[in-house]
């Protein structure tokens, strides 16, 4: 009967193939029977364990027992003594136990009903299995082996030999470690590696490797079938260093176990500053903006010149600084807000986030223009700066203020980007005010206004003048006659060429301050530049007669 489950169904594999039946059948009790689909039945007899089930593609192993609805038995793989193996959802079993295996969980022992049209149909199968039979089978799923089409187009399919650790998987800037031996259908060894690393993104060996380490876990080990488009395609490989050739079109069996991996992350969205984790650190949290860190740092050139080494030496002290201040480069800064406790980690930082087009004399070498710097970072402690959910009303009110002055220190100073994170971050204390005090709530108000005014002037500095235009109309539905508020809403409009929206603020914030020397002047430019748009209205408009008129 072996050879009669090794042929595909009668009609073939169909749409429905692909669909999920297993919720009708996974909550069955022992000894309740349920429609599936199509009038296959499926009855409980032994639950399985945990919640798994096995999918198209897999390779399932069972113990069977088949029956007419008479109770003459047909066929049994007890009675042999050796399991049934076979691909899940591949035609390569009747229709029936396609469609009802995949609703049985590991160890589960159920009795499926299969109607003739799921089974052998009009034909049969002489001489045991008449014509339109109806069939029983007391199937007992004893494992399957996942195997997975990782490019759902058939070149790549991966059969886990041994699971991962963990749930993580490695992405495209990732270093893996790999171990791997390449043959040939006939068993010639085509490549080999007894450890090898490299970055998944740039590949190695054959492109399917790359699409394999990323579906996997660590210290995960996978036998891959790999189609020529994910191996050597038509032209193949010659042989070299002792490595068999690849003919052309040939499909390959590789043997793949991912080692391990160090984590490479982009810590700016333009790439331009790069960490690779050495060593894992400790838990979830971070050092945030304002935080005091405690780093063991060395520095290098591209050429390996060390320019700075601080915490290394005998009893020495930690290098400490505090985040978001200017204390050191802008990468490095970046970087550790990115790091766990006790992590180390390799950050490569380009110029723009580095010292620039200057020259930088530091501690043990002389940094030239435009140079990439190489940290290797070991993150030894650091205390977070209290963030407002820690606070009670009062803390947030005088957080609040605190931040403001900064802001305030780091606008005069030209720094507006600086300036404008401290006004939000100060606004971000006091941002929810439903608890406060009447009084705290007079004190928080004033401090939004304060805060949100000053930053659409770090905007305005910045020629952010969207941002800036959206701060003063919060901060004039606080107070709808500020008149900073409306003459910066007016430079913002005037910026955006929305001159109508300027007119008008410049226009309410004179009937409010008649004598504002600012607004006045603003005015006065707000005149001449809609001249100067009229005139070229004008212009425009007079050409486009003309060549009309032609």
């Given at each position: 009967m072996d050879e009669d489950f090794e042929m595909p169904p009668v009609g073939g594999m169909n749409d429905d193939d692909d669909m999920d039946f297993g919720d009708a059948a996974s909550f069955l009790k022992v000894g309740e029977e349920k429609e599936i689909q199509q009038g296959l039945k499926k009855k409980l007899v032994k639950e399985g364990e945990g919640f798994e089930t096995p999918e198209n593609g897999d390779e399932v192993e069972v113990h069977y027992t088949g029956t007419l609805l008479d109770g003459t038995k047909f066929d049994s793989s007890r009675d042999r003594g050796t399991p049934f193996k076979f691909t899940l959802g591949q035609g390569q079993v009747i229709k029936g136990w396609d469609i009802g295996i995949k609703t049985m969980k590991k160890g589960e022992n159920a009795v499926f009903t299969i109607p003739a049209e799921l089974a052998y149909g009009e034909s049969g199968s002489p001489p045991t299995i008449p014509a339109n039979?109806?069939?029983?089978?007391?199937?007992?799923?004893l494992s399957w082996s996942s195997v997975k089409d990782i490019c759902k187009d058939g070149g790549v399919f991966k059969k886990i030999l041994s699971v991962g650790e963990k749930w993580e998987t490695p992405k495209d800037l990732d270093e893996v470690l790999v171990k791997y031996e390449a043959r040939l259908e006939d068993g010639t060894v085509v490549g080999k590696s007894d450890g090898v690393e490299f970055t998944v993104k740039d590949g190695h060996f054959c492109p399917a490797l790359t699409k394999a380490v990323k579906t996997m876990k660590k210290a995960e080990k996978v036998l891959l079938t790999v189609k020529p488009q994910y191996g050597f395609g038509e032209k193949g490989k010659p042989a070299s260093g002792?490595?068999?050739a690849v003919p052309p079109n040939a499909t390959l069996e590789i043997t793949l176990e991912l080692v391990s991996w160090k984590t490479v992350s982009e810590v700016t969205d333009d790439n331009k500053v790069i960490k690779k984790i050495l060593k894992e650190g400790e838990g979830y949290e971070r050092p945030n903006e304002g935080a005091v860190v405690k780093v063991k740092l060395i520095g290098k050139l591209q050429d390996g010149t060390v320019f700075l080494k601080k915490g290394h030496g005998e009893g020495e002290e930690p290098f400490e600084f505090k985040t978001d201040e200017e204390q050191v480069i802008d990468g490095l800064d970046r970087a550790v807000m990115k790091m766990k406790k006790g992590e180390v980690a390799l950050v490569t930082i380009e110029p723009e986030y580095a010292f620039g087009s200057t020259e930088s004399k530091q501690e043990l070498a002389v940094v030239p223009p435009n140079s990439t710097l190489y940290y290797e970072i070991d993150l030894v402690a650091f205390d977070k700066e209290k963030e407002s959910w820690d606070m009670n009303t009062e803390e947030k009110i005088e957080a609040a203020g605190k931040k403001k002055e900064e802001g305030n220190s780091k606008f005069k100073a030209g720094k507006y980007?600086?300036?404008?994170?401290?006004?939000?971050?100060?606004?971000?204390?006091?941002?929810?005010?439903?608890?406060?005090?009447?009084?705290?709530?007079?004190?928080?108000?004033?401090?939004?206004?304060?805060?949100?005014?000053?930053?659409?002037?770090?905007?305005?500095?910045?020629?952010?003048?969207?941002?800036?235009?959206?701060?003063?109309?919060?901060?004039?539905?606080?107070?709808?006659?500020?008149?900073?508020?409306?003459?910066?809403?007016?430079?913002?409009?005037?910026?955006?060429?929305?001159?109508?929206?300027?007119?008008?603020?410049?226009?309410?914030?004179?009937?409010?301050?008649?004598?504002?020397?600012?607004?006045?002047?603003?005015?006065?430019?707000?005149?001449?530049?809609?001249?100067?748009?009229?005139?070229?209205?004008?212009?425009?408009?007079?050409?486009?007669?003309?060549?009309?008129?032609?």
């Amino acid at each position: 009967m072996d050879e009669d489950f090794e042929m595909p169904p009668v009609g073939g594999m169909n749409d429905d193939d692909d669909m999920d039946f297993g919720d009708a059948a996974s909550f069955l009790k022992v000894g309740e029977e349920k429609e599936i689909q199509q009038g296959l039945k499926k009855k409980l007899v032994k639950e399985g364990e945990g919640f798994e089930t096995p999918e198209n593609g897999d390779e399932v192993e069972v113990h069977y027992t088949g029956t007419l609805l008479d109770g003459t038995k047909f066929d049994s793989s007890r009675d042999r003594g050796t399991p049934f193996k076979f691909t899940l959802g591949q035609g390569q079993v009747i229709k029936g136990w396609d469609i009802g295996i995949k609703t049985m969980k590991k160890g589960e022992n159920a009795v499926f009903t299969i109607p003739a049209e799921l089974a052998y149909g009009e034909s049969g199968s002489p001489p045991t299995i008449p014509a339109n039979a109806t069939l029983q089978f007391d199937v007992e799923l004893l494992s399957w082996s996942s195997v997975k089409d990782i490019c759902k187009d058939g070149g790549v399919f991966k059969k886990i030999l041994s699971v991962g650790e963990k749930w993580e998987t490695p992405k495209d800037l990732d270093e893996v470690l790999v171990k791997y031996e390449a043959r040939l259908e006939d068993g010639t060894v085509v490549g080999k590696s007894d450890g090898v690393e490299f970055t998944v993104k740039d590949g190695h060996f054959c492109p399917a490797l790359t699409k394999a380490v990323k579906t996997m876990k660590k210290a995960e080990k996978v036998l891959l079938t790999v189609k020529p488009q994910y191996g050597f395609g038509e032209k193949g490989k010659p042989a070299s260093g002792g490595e068999g050739a690849v003919p052309p079109n040939a499909t390959l069996e590789i043997t793949l176990e991912l080692v391990s991996w160090k984590t490479v992350s982009e810590v700016t969205d333009d790439n331009k500053v790069i960490k690779k984790i050495l060593k894992e650190g400790e838990g979830y949290e971070r050092p945030n903006e304002g935080a005091v860190v405690k780093v063991k740092l060395i520095g290098k050139l591209q050429d390996g010149t060390v320019f700075l080494k601080k915490g290394h030496g005998e009893g020495e002290e930690p290098f400490e600084f505090k985040t978001d201040e200017e204390q050191v480069i802008d990468g490095l800064d970046r970087a550790v807000m990115k790091m766990k406790k006790g992590e180390v980690a390799l950050v490569t930082i380009e110029p723009e986030y580095a010292f620039g087009s200057t020259e930088s004399k530091q501690e043990l070498a002389v940094v030239p223009p435009n140079s990439t710097l190489y940290y290797e970072i070991d993150l030894v402690a650091f205390d977070k700066e209290k963030e407002s959910w820690d606070m009670n009303t009062e803390e947030k009110i005088e957080a609040a203020g605190k931040k403001k002055e900064e802001g305030n220190s780091k606008f005069k100073a030209g720094k507006y980007a600086l300036a404008s994170k401290r006004y939000e971050k100060a606004v971000k204390f006091i941002e929810y005010d439903t608890s406060f005090s009447e009084e705290e709530k007079k004190q928080s108000k004033a401090l939004k206004v304060a805060c949100n005014l000053n930053d659409a002037a770090c905007k305005l500095k910045l020629k952010e003048y969207k941002q800036a235009e959206k701060l003063c109309t919060k901060v004039l539905e606080l107070e709808s006659t500020n008149v900073k508020a409306l003459y910066r809403r007016a430079q913002a409009y005037m910026e955006l060429a929305d001159l109508d929206l300027a007119e008008f603020d410049v226009k309410k914030a004179l009937e409010i301050d008649p004598d504002n020397r600012e607004v006045k002047l603003e005015q006065r430019r707000l005149k001449e530049k809609m001249k100067e748009f009229n005139k070229k209205e004008a212009k425009f408009y007079g050409n486009m007669f003309a060549k009309l008129t032609k």
